[in-house]
């Protein structure tokens, strides 16, 4: 039997042209398949998208050299060049809490937001560096902002002090970290006396940073309740906190 015979059929029983219409099909749909097959098995590669983000990162309590040691400027973070935009510092028990704002180029990615091959989200430890410092980071956001985000935040302590204390704190008292005022007293008076101390009650203005357990001074929440120190270069005491803004 011929492969065509004279009427131009397909061992003498398919057209040839409609043979060919028929593999014209099958294969424009196995072309689909495979493209539908490849996208669902994520065969096809996404491309990261180069931007750069402003992260939020707590550095921990250091001594007061080392918090004025950390400035905006060029540092190394993450590994990669990046810069410092803003330093918020409260003072602590054992020093001074750093928080920076750093501005990176890095990748934004279906995963979020990478330097190098470092993720960057809530939690990382990334280690920020200078030619004068290398401390260990904890990122708490990643975001636009070039600034800590600060509120000043009216409270009142009570304290039980000595006269010689007492008798030192003066309205317009600061408290100074790095030349920037972090706390402020507006006013203060004696509420009770005794033999060699002192009660008393002390307003201040603190710079606070809001946090998930609210706006916090020192790296603690200002509740009622609470206690914290204030310090200048004449004094130090610790008071509870009994009044704050609402």
Known sequence: MELIDERGRLFGRVNVVDALVVLLVVAVVAAGVALVAGGAGGGIETTAEETS???????????????????????TFAG????????????????????AAVRVDGQRTTGGFEVGRTPLRYGTEPHLESTNYRLKGRVVSVGNQTTVETRQLAATMEANVSTAVADAVTAGDERRIAGETVATVESVETVERGDGWRVVRVDLSLLTRPTAEGFTYGGRAVRIG??????????RFRGRVVMTEP
């Open 226 to 235: 609470t206690h914290l120190d204030f310090e200048t270069m004449r004094y």
């Open 80 to 99: 990669e060049d990046a810069t410092i935009t803003d330093v918020y510092r409260s003072p602590t028990a054992d020093g001074v809490l750093l928080v």
């Open 53 to 75: 983000r402003v992260v939020t990162v707590e550095l921990g309590s250091h001594p007061d050299r080392v918090a004025t040691l950390v400035e905006p400027g060029n540092v």
